[in-house]
């Protein structure tokens, strides 16, 4: 299993007592799947994208990467599993103005160390994947919303994660350009082999996904096969 999420509770602070955000929580999400995560605000789905990105360690409960158990790890050991094995894409590309389409991607590879020689060729590669090999030279202001995002998932797949989580990836977009975006998470998914966890409000998208968990106060109450 490529992502384990298994009984992971997760509490906030909360005046003199504590929320507890995520309860009992499991998700297993097989490489080349992708699984839709919904359900109502504040119902703790980008709680669970925290705890699989291993940004937030659970009170209790295990998350395991690509065989790895996190549990033990160190902050520096967890910054170095996220940048080999965890592809991270939020709502808003946050990407740096300065840099180039192609740059956004470089950048990604020099900070986990992979040699120099392979990085420009994948970087272009990857941009062509994602229908963007005309813009390789453009700054973020010079690309529209949509192909901001697609740079940000091409970003996030550059240093070829085992585990990709999205949260909200279409919020920003029209709905032609959404379901285009979608349907790149599909190929990219299928043909990279990755475990694809996707926090949506989209009704439309549960019909191309491979399984669909819903949340409600921190429980995940079902998670189906989408078809
Ligand atoms: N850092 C925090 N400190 C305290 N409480 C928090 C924190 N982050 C989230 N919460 C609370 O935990 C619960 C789950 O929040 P979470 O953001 O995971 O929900 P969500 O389903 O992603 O919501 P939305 O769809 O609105 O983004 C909510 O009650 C929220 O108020």
């Known amino acids: 299993m490529t992502l384990l999420v298994h009984d ?6 909360d005046g003199d007592g504590r929320l507890t955000a995520l309860d009992r929580v499991r998700l297993e999400v097989p490489g080349g799947t992708l699984t839709a995560v919904i359900g109502p605000s504040g119902s703790g789905k980008s709680s669970l994208l925290a705890v699989a990105a291993t940004l937030v360690t659970p009170d209790s409960g295990r998350v395991v990467v690509a065989g790895r158990d996190t549990a033990g790890l160190t902050a520096a050991q967890k910054a170095a ?11 808003q590309p ?3 103005a300065s840099l180039t389409a192609v740059e956004q991607l470089q950048v990604m590879a020099h900070l986990a160390g992979r040699p120099a020689r392979r990085i420009r060729g994948r970087a272009l590669e990857l941009l062509d994947a994602v229908g963007l090999a005309d813009k390789a030279g453009k ?3 010079q690309l529209s919303g949509g192909q901001r995002q697609r740079v940000n998932i091409a970003r996030a797949l550059m240093n070829e994660p085992a585990v990709l989580l999205v949260d909200e990836p279409t919020s920003a977009l029209d709905l032609e350009r959404g379901a285009a975006v979608l349907d790149l998470l599909v190929t990219l998914t299928r043909e990279r082999s990755t475990a694809t966890v996707l926090v949506t409000h989209d009704p ?3 019909e191309r996904v491979d399984r669909t968990a ?3 106060d921190g429980r995940l109450t079902q998670t189906l096969p989408a078809r």
Not at 8 to 13: A, G, S
């Open 214 to 216: 819903r949340m409600a």
């Open 81 to 91: 599993l996220r940048r080999e094995e965890i592809g991270i894409v939020f709502q």
């Open 139 to 141: 700054r973020p202001h």
């Open 94 to 96: 946050n990407l740096p």
């Open 8 to 13: 992971v509770t997760l509490t906030y602070p």
């Open 204 to 206: 439309a998208h549960l």
